[in-house]
């Protein structure tokens, strides 16, 4: 399996423009995850989806963030318009159910926005 | 509210100098405690779970137990391959999703 697959792997941009971070979640896992990783904030869950349909995203910091699933096989966050401070680093993750057990973490999108 | 609580922030050992990591956690109906390990550049990858006060789990050189309080990440005769950043989250009664601790940034010199 080739596990949870993200992209791009590292993203630089400009305040206001607008940023897509995709996902490949596992074949077969029905609960995908995005979290957000800094320094002052450690890892915070935005949103997670199960069976496609968002469950949970009383995380999401603001309205310009949003994602979707539109197939159990692809996921995306989008940042519009995007600030300095959503530098991060972003986390998919997956499980097979939304029952708490254990995620796979996909590599990361490093994020940058001067 | 859930709280997670890791010490060390950070901890350097010699190769083969045993230690322990801790995971202080205060909780409405435990489900479930997390151990995770993430290498630089990399996600969170799983390590243990761990339900209820008395349980322990065993990998390699690395323990998990498990109180009513806290729970300890114990590494015997650490190498350096074990450096990384030990990261504990729980899950409660009354929350969907894992709540995260800060890390323990482990560094083993050789």
């Known amino acids: 399996d080739a596990g949870v697959i993200q992209s791009p792997r590292h993203e630089v941009t400009e305040m206001g423009q607008e940023v897509t971070l995709r996902c490949k979640p596992i074949?077969?896992?029905?609960?995908l995850f995005w979290y957000r990783q800094t320094m002052m904030r450690g890892l915070e869950l935005l949103i997670y989806?199960?069976?496609?349909?968002?469950?949970?995203d009383s995380g999401m910091p603001e309205d310009r963030f949003s994602a979707k699933m539109p197939n159990a096989s692809f996921s995306t966050l989008k940042i519009q318009p995007s600030e300095p401070r959503d530098s991060a680093v972003y986390f998919c993750?997956?499980?097979?159910?939304?029952?708490?057990?254990?995620?796979?973490f996909g590599s990361g999108t490093q994020l940058s926005v001067l | 509210e859930d709280q997670v609580t890791q010490s060390p922030e950070a901890l350097r050992l010699q190769e083969g100098e045993s230690s322990s990591l801790n995971c202080s956690y205060t909780?409405?109906?435990?489900?479930?405690l997390f151990w995770y390990r993430q290498d630089p550049g990399k996600g969170p990858e799983f390590l243990f779970t761990?339900?209820?006060a008395g349980e322990e789990k065993e990998k390699e050189r690395l323990k998990a137990t498990l109180t009513k309080k806290e729970s300890f990440l114990h590494i015997t005769a650490p190498k350096p391959e074990d450096s990384a950043t030990y990261l504990c989250?729980?899950?409660?009664?009354?929350?969907?999703?894992?709540?995260f601790g800060s890390g323990t940034q482990l560094t083993v010199l050789p």
């Open positions: 993750a997956s499980s097979r159910t939304g029952g708490g057990e254990k995620l796979f």
């Open positions: 074949s077969g896992h029905n609960s």
């Open positions: 989806f199960n069976n496609n349909v968002p469950i949970d």
């Open positions: 909780v409405s109906g435990l489900r479930g």
């Open positions: 761990l339900y209820s």
């Open positions: 989250a729980l899950l409660s009664g009354s929350a969907r999703q894992l709540t």
